[in-house]
C-alpha cells in the first residue's frame, strides 16, 4: 500500500493543515518509508508466544491493595504553619490580592 500526494492532501486536509507543494513530495516519500518499516515489523516472527496477545483484559497485572496510612511529620505542624482551624492550614493573604474596595 502506497501513500499518494492525493492521499497526504486528503489527510492535510482533514487535519486543516497547510501543506505547501514543495513539501508534499518528502511527506510521501517519509509516509511510504513508516508503511514500509511496519510491514517489515509485520512479517517478523513472533516465536509463537500469542499468549499476551490473546488475553483476555482482566488477566493483566494483579493489583496491589490499597492501603492508607497517615505520613509522620518530621517537623512539628506548629514550626511551619502556627495557624490552623479545624484541621486546616491557614494562610495569609497577599498583599496584591486584598480587597479593592471596587465592589468585584
Do not use: C
Request: aromatic share 4%; proline share 8%; glycine share 6%.
Amino acid at each position: 500500500m502506497a501513500v499518494t500526494p492525493d492521499d497526504v492532501r486528503h489527510v492535510a486536509a482533514l487535519a486543516r493543515l497547510g501543506i505547501p507543494d514543495q513539501a508534499l513530495a518528502n511527506y510521501v516519500e517519509q509516509l511510504n518509508s513508516i508503511l514500509a518499516h511496519m510491514d517489515a515489523l509485520q512479517r517478523v516472527p513472533s516465536g509463537g508466544n500469542d499468549a499476551a496477545v490473546d488475553a483476555k483484559p482482566s488477566a493483566g497485572m494483579p493489583l496491589r491493595e490499597d492501603r492508607i496510612a497517615p505520613v509522620a511529620l518530621t517537623i512539628a505542624r506548629d514550626r511551619f504553619a502556627p495557624m490552623m482551624r479545624e484541621g486546616f492550614f491557614l494562610v495569609p493573604r497577599l498583599a496584591t490580592h486584598e480587597d479593592s474596595g471596587d465592589g468585584a
